[in-house]
């Protein structure tokens, strides 16, 4: 059994950042890719990021330059780190997790069987 928890969501005004954590309950991290998703009201979930497990990223290109995905082994967590926000990215954000070891990264909803249940972030004009 898989288990994700999001923290560090919030209220933030445009051009500030926030950091995202997603603690697994995971027996062997090392084996998880970890992707962040995102979604708006009325809009389908999109990705946003993926951390391989030999810490390979990838990102969305609404989001490169911006925000960077991180984990910690050790704590069996991965973080994104969201610079210079926008109005754009309020959502609510998912952590997922899908154990694989090749290196390419998952970018499709559907390449992931966990989910965390979300965050909010709001960025306010």
């Known amino acids: 059994q898989v288990q994700l928890v999001e923290s560090g969501g919030g209220l933030v005004q445009a051009g500030g950042s926030l950091r995202l954590s997603c603690a697994a309950s995971v027996r062997t991290f090392t084996g998880y890719h970890m992707g962040w998703f995102r979604q708006a009201p009325g809009k389908e979930r999109e990705f946003v990021a993926t951390?391989?497990?030999?810490?390979?990223?990838c990102y969305a290109d609404s989001v490169k330059g911006r925000f960077t995905a991180s984990r910690d082994n050790t704590k069996k967590t991965v973080y994104l780190q969201m610079n210079s926000l926008k109005p754009e990215d309020t959502a609510v954000y998912y952590c997922?997790?899908?154990?694989?070891?090749?290196?390419?990264?998952?970018?499709?909803?559907?390449?992931?069987?966990?989910w965390g249940q979300g965050t909010q972030v709001t960025v306010s004009s």
């Open positions: 997922a997790a899908e154990w694989r070891l090749q290196p390419t990264c998952l970018v499709a909803r559907n390449e992931y069987d966990y």
């Open positions: 951390i391989t497990t030999g810490s390979n990223t």
